[in-house]
């Protein structure tokens, strides 16, 4: 069974820094696609960044702000945030693929932590 915990959202003024921690089990992270999601208010759940088997890809929006790494031997997966902006804002939700091998598209392809907010003030 996939367990997905998120942990290290907070408060930040416009330009800070966090750093967010999914701890997992029950993943495979040799063959797991893992992503960060985010969600704003009243705005659909958007993807922010993803790896697999080490390589790594990044929205738009935050490539060259962000990096998303994996630590096996923690079985944890991080996504640091720098030069955050009011934008940036939102519910971080952890993702792991239930489809090895593969970073399929449509929210029931993943299982999911319960989030963590991230509160960027200007």
């Known amino acids: 069974q996939v367990q997905l915990v998120e942990s290290g959202g907070g408060s930040v003024p416009t330009g800070g820094s966090v750093r967010l921690s999914c701890r997992t089990s029950?993943?495979?992270?040799?063959?797991?696609?893992l992503r960060w999601f985010r969600q704003h208010p009243e705005k659909e759940r958007e993807w922010v960044a993803q790896?697999?088997?080490?390589?790594?890809f990044y929205a738009d929006s935050v490539r060259g702000r962000f990096t998303i790494s994996q630590d096996m031997a923690k079985n944890t997966v991080t996504l640091q945030m720098n030069r955050l902006t009011v934008e940036d804002s939102g519910l971080y939700y952890c993702?792991?693929?239930?489809?090895?091998?593969?970073?399929?598209?449509?929210?029931?392809?993943?299982?999911w932590g319960q989030g963590t907010q991230v509160t960027v003030s200007s």
């Open positions: 993702a792991a693929s239930r489809i090895p091998y593969s970073c399929p598209d449509g929210q029931h392809n993943y299982d």
């Open positions: 029950g993943v495979d992270f040799r063959s797991t696609c």
């Open positions: 790896i697999r088997t080490g390589t790594t």
